[in-house]
């Protein structure tokens, strides 16, 4: 199966570390990398960026909703111009240090409430895609919502990804919390292997919903994260 791994990081900030980047970068093909909006800082980017180099692992942009305290885990109300202006200004800070390393921008992806937001309000939808019709590069998201449908409908190459560690809604939604916990793995690798050879999930109430998968998605800060990655790779050779 040609379905990527990418995964959420570069979220330490200061002195403060968040996840084990360094071991994940070993089991994942793509990194969504916080802009500094919700996690990371110019050195943690620049390391980052560094490490994915090291691993022969892509970069994406994971830009947010201009919230450092709650991890951009929480929705504001913005003007769609003030937001397509925020994302512009956060994913080109990353893409100066892709530069300088000789790093493509592969993809955006939208961070925590941002990426729910857009899902479903056509007017942050558009704002995001006129960001990242800026950089011409693919955009990240749930299939079977206004992700897709509008930036199929722009002339945006569009992924679908799946969560391996977050729960999702009767409606099809993902479940953000502001804290991840723990993953019971292998409950989490049966998911995966059902996701992709069926299509389909069990929502926590236990509708059976049909979902696509470009790319499968682990959290860094998910507090067993890397025990799944190891597990996830082998997984999905095997299929």
């Given at each position: 199966?040609?379905?990527?791994?990418?995964?959420?990081?570069g979220?330490s900030?200061?002195?403060?570390?968040l996840?084990?980047?360094?071991?994940?970068?070993?089991?994942?093909?793509?990194?969504?990398?916080?802009?500094?909006?919700?996690?990371?800082?110019?050195?943690?980017?620049?390391?980052?960026?560094?490490?994915?180099?090291?691993?022969?692992?892509?970069?994406?942009?994971h830009?947010?909703?201009?919230d450092?305290?709650?991890?951009?885990?929480?929705?504001?109300?913005?003007?769609?111009?003030?937001?397509?202006?925020?994302?512009?200004?956060?994913?080109?800070?990353?893409?100066?240090?892709?530069?300088?390393?000789?790093?493509?921008?592969?993809?955006?992806?939208?961070?925590?409430?941002?990426?729910g937001?857009?899902?479903?309000?056509?007017?942050?939808?558009?704002?995001?895609?006129?960001?990242?019709?800026?950089?011409?590069?693919?955009?990240?998201?749930?299939?079977?919502?206004?992700?897709?449908?509008?930036?199929?409908?722009r002339?945006?190459?569009?992924?679908?990804?799946?969560?391996?560690?977050?729960?999702?809604?009767?409606?099809?939604?993902?479940?953000?919390?502001?804290?991840?916990?723990?993953?019971?793995?292998?409950?989490?690798?049966?998911?995966?292997?059902?996701?992709?050879?069926?299509?389909?999930?069990?929502?926590?109430?236990?509708?059976?919903?049909?979902?696509?998968c470009?790319?499968?998605c682990?959290?860094?800060?998910?507090?067993?994260?890397?025990?799944?990655?190891?597990?996830l790779?082998?997984?999905?050779?095997?299929?």
């Open positions: 199966m040609s379905v990527m791994i990418n995964c959420d990081m979220e900030f200061g002195i403060y570390t996840g084990d980047d360094e071991a994940l970068m070993a089991y994942i093909d793509v990194a969504n990398v916080a802009c500094g909006f919700h996690a990371s800082d110019p050195v943690v980017m620049q390391n980052t960026v560094i490490n994915a180099q090291k691993n022969g692992v892509k970069v994406g942009a830009p947010s909703l201009p450092l305290q709650g991890f951009g885990r929480r929705e504001m109300k913005m003007d769609p111009a003030e937001l397509t202006a925020h994302l512009i200004y956060q994913i080109s800070a990353l893409k100066g240090f892709l530069d300088r390393y000789e790093m493509p921008l592969f993809h955006i992806k939208p961070h925590g409430s941002l990426y937001m857009a899902a479903r309000m056509p007017e942050i939808t558009h704002a995001v895609c006129d960001a990242v019709e800026q950089f011409n590069v693919p955009l990240f998201g749930m299939a079977g919502t206004l992700h897709e449908e509008i930036a199929s409908e002339g945006i190459k569009f992924l679908a990804e799946f969560y391996a560690d977050l729960d999702y809604s009767d409606e099809g939604g993902l479940i953000i919390t502001r804290e991840h916990t723990p993953v019971d793995v292998e409950k989490t690798l049966a998911k995966v292997e059902r996701a992709l050879t069926k299509g389909q999930v069990y929502s926590v109430g236990g509708k059976d919903l049909k979902i696509k470009d790319t499968l682990v959290h860094s800060d998910t507090p067993n994260a890397v025990e799944l990655a190891t597990k790779k082998p997984l999905i050779e095997k299929l």
